[in-house]
């Protein structure tokens, strides 16, 4: 599967090395830098670790404290039966989401 960051073309020209390298390693280099990027983005999504539901009001505890914002809308999804959701933020803590549960 050929990168799609960046390309053996723009590598060789942002990096100045002409055929220096053959196209299969200048590839390989491609691929280890998009595989090593792509492992640290998050693309918005956490592990939910633990949930809970009080008066229609769903407590949502994730993995990745600060990811998410008070009143943005998010959306629950495989953390149990009682929570699937989509719905705005009522508050933001540490770990802890408090949202109202409307679908």
């Known amino acids: 599967m050929a990168a799609t ?3 053996v073309a723009e590598l060789r020209a942002n990096l100045g ?3 220096l390298y053959s196209d299969p ?3 390989e280099v491609c691929m280890s830098a ?6 640290q983005l998050w ?3 956490a592990p939910v670790v633990a949930t809970g539901l009080q008066n229609n009001v769903a407590t949502i505890v994730i993995a990745n404290p600060g990811l ?9 999804s495989a953390s149990g039966p009682l929570i ?4 705005p933020l009522l508050a933001w803590g540490l770990t802890l989401l408090p949202m109202a549960v409307n679908g």
Do not use: P
């Not at 998009?34 to 492992?39: A, G, P, T, V």
């Not at 699937?84 to 719905?87: E, L, M, P, V």
């Open 5 to 7: 960051f960046v390309t």
């Open 17 to 19: 090395i002409g055929s």
């Open 25 to 27: 390693i200048v590839e």
């Open 34 to 39: 998009e595989d090593l990027i792509q492992s």
């Open 43 to 45: 693309y918005n999504r």
């Open 68 to 76: 998410f914002v008070t009143g943005q809308s998010v959306v629950i």
């Open 84 to 87: 699937t959701a989509h719905a």
